[in-house]
């Protein structure tokens, strides 16, 4: 499923405004995408989850964080489809 990612969200808007050159904000921004799509959330609400992790107790944290990444490593790895870039088809890896 392809999401849309609203790239006017100002914690987006904030964090792509730090890059000075546009290639590294193009890779950022195709990163992002594949995140969003991975996790089905906006920037804010993934700021916000995390943020209220942070808060809890540490007998209650989940480390949503960390565990987010290490899932869509996976995912990346299984799932996320690929373009190839003579063919211009997406591919799914395995």
Same mark, same amino acid.
């Given at each position: 499923?392809? +999401? !849309?990612?609203? %790239? ?9 405004? &730090?890059?000075?050159?546009?290639? $590294?904000?193009?890779?950022?921004? $195709? ?7 991975? &996790? @089905?959330?906006?920037? !804010? ?11 809890? @107790?540490?007998?209650?944290?989940? @480390?949503? +964080?960390? $565990?987010?990444? +290490?899932?869509?490593?996976? %995912?990346?790895?299984?799932? =996320?489809?690929?373009? !190839? ?5 997406? =591919?799914?890896?395995?």
């Amino acid at each position: 499923m392809l +999401v !849309s990612v609203n %790239w006017e969200d100002p914690a987006l808007r904030r964090w792509l405004g &730090t890059m000075a050159r546009e290639g $590294t904000r193009y890779i950022y921004r $195709t990163a992002f995408k594949a995140y969003a799509q991975f &996790t @089905d959330m906006s920037a !804010s609400a993934l700021i916000d989850e995390a943020l209220a992790d942070i808060k809890r @107790d540490l007998r209650e944290k989940q @480390d949503v +964080v960390l $565990t987010r990444l +290490v899932y869509f490593y996976y %995912w990346l790895k299984e799932a =996320y489809p690929w373009k !190839s870039r003579r063919r211009g088809k997406f =591919y799914m890896d395995g």
